[in-house]
């Protein structure tokens, strides 16, 4: 079936440690996205991609880095640098020719403790 | 820059009573308009969008919307809510030239009473 694929679901880390936030798609879509869930802020954007080999900075990029080697792979990697990186973390893409219309992943808790 | 209000943070409704949920947005022309709904610790799912034309749309689930230019609003309705609709509920904006990417509003938290 084709869809976006966020993994792992859930995933704790020691304060301090690099993580990393899996999504892959076989949607054949151009543009992915990061955004950060909070309780109570809706969903800011971290990082965009619009074509392999090229990404940029969305509202909240300070702590993450993305790569984006492959059109179907957009690997998100929260750092140390993250002050409060226990969130929410929703993968999404766009066809292209389907302005601004987003489709989302189910999606990955991330716990610093 | 565009932004996005929703002003009702939690609703409650009786099943098979009408809902609106309200959106207001701020932008200088006219905006790309969706609406996505959220389950408990899941994705958004989008429900449906307005880009131009008719200025009422229909989505899945038997959700519609209707864009006032007037009103700067973007409300979703639907006529009868079952208790499946019980979720979180997103408005978001989006403008030509925005790269496709898109702002939204704080989101909306719709309990349904049996």
């Known amino acids: 079936d084709g869809g976006i694929t966020q993994s792992p679901k859930y995933l704790f880390r020691k304060e301090g440690q690099n993580v990393t936030l899996s999504c892959e798609q076989n949607l054949n879509h151009d543009a992915m996205y990061w955004y950060r869930q909070d309780p109570g802020q809706g969903l800011r954007l971290i990082y965009y991609?619009?074509?392999?080999?090229?990404?940029q900075k969305g509202d909240i990029a300070e702590g993450y880095s993305v790569s984006r080697e492959k059109k179907e792979s957009f690997p998100l990697t929260v750092t140390s640098a993250q002050k409060n990186p226990t969130a929410f973390y929703l993968c999404?893409?766009?066809?292209?020719?389907?302005?601004?219309?987003?489709?989302f992943g189910e999606g990955s808790w991330l716990t610093v403790v | 820059a565009q932004s996005v209000t929703q002003p009702d943070i939690h609703i409650t409704v009786s099943e098979g009573a009408s809902l609106e949920l309200r959106c207001n947005y701020s932008?200088?022309?006219?905006?790309?308009l969706f609406w996505y709904v959220q389950s408990p610790g899941q994705g958004l799912q989008l429900l449906l969008k307005y880009f131009s034309g008719d200025t009422l749309v229909q989505g899945i689930k038997g959700f519609e919307a209707e864009f006032k230019r007037s009103q700067s609003s973007f409300n979703l309705r639907k006529p009868s809510v079952h208790w499946s609709d019980a979720a979180e509920y997103f408005c978001a904006v989006g403008v030509s030239g925005g790269g496709n990417k898109l702002t939204f509003g704080t989101g909306t938290q719709l309990k349904v009473e049996l």
């Open positions: 999404a893409s766009t066809p292209q020719g389907e302005r601004n219309t987003i489709y």
């Open positions: 932008y200088g022309a006219t905006p790309y």
């Open positions: 991609s619009q074509i392999v080999n090229d990404f």
